[in-house]
Each structure stands twice: as structure tokens, then as C-alpha cells.
């Protein structure tokens, strides 16, 4: 759902707002009622254990045996 505020109104209930976008509304604030910005949920990237990110999905190569040149590297060698 999208609600439009007018920019006092926004000041004045800021913390109220902030609470209905923490849980998915977005609200649009407006000028002389001209849309001028949207507060909308963020959505940080939160990396996991190991750096890997949630949801992060991986192409069939990942999975292939490296060469015996990778793995020489991976070993510590040039």
C-alpha cells in the first residue's frame, strides 16, 4: 500500500511512518502535493558464513573440478 504525506505532515510523524515502512508500506511525500520522494523498506545484503550471500545461487561451473593449475594455486604454489 502507498500513502502520500505532505512534507509536515512527514516531520510531524516521522517515527510513525518509519514504523509502517519497517513493516512494507511505502509512503510517497509530497510538495504543494507534488510527489517528491518515497520512503521505502531497505533491503541490506546481509553476508552469511563465509562471505556468501542468502539466496545467492551459483552456475553448474562451480561445482566442476579445477585444473590442475587452480589447484596448485589453492595449494600455495604459483
Same mark, same amino acid.
Given at each position: 500500500?502507498?500513502?502520500? =504525506?505532505? *512534507? #509536515?505532515?512527514?516531520?510531524?510523524?516521522?517515527?510513525?511512518?518509519?514504523?509502517? *515502512?519497517? /513493516? &512494507?508500506?511505502?509512503?510517497?511525500? /509530497?510538495?504543494? +502535493?507534488?510527489? !517528491? /520522494?518515497?520512503?521505502?523498506?531497505?533491503?541490506? =545484503?546481509?553476508?552469511? @558464513?563465509? &562471505?556468501? *550471500?542468502? &539466496?545467492? #545461487? !551459483? +552456475?553448474? /561451473? @562451480? @561445482?566442476?573440478?579445477?585444473?590442475?593449475? $587452480?589447484?596448485?594455486?589453492? $595449494?600455495? +604454489? #604459483?
Amino acid at each position: 500500500m502507498t500513502d502520500v =504525506v505532505n *512534507v #509536515q505532515e512527514a516531520k510531524t510523524r516521522l517515527s510513525e511512518l518509519l514504523k509502517r *515502512v519497517e /513493516a &512494507g508500506e511505502t509512503i510517497t511525500i /509530497a510538495r504543494a +502535493g507534488t510527489p !517528491v /520522494a518515497e520512503l521505502r523498506p531497505s533491503t541490506p =545484503v546481509q553476508p552469511t @558464513f563465509g &562471505g556468501l *550471500v542468502p &539466496g545467492l #545461487q !551459483v +552456475g553448474e /561451473a @562451480f @561445482f566442476e573440478d579445477l585444473s590442475d593449475e $587452480e589447484l596448485s594455486r589453492w $595449494e600455495g +604454489g #604459483q
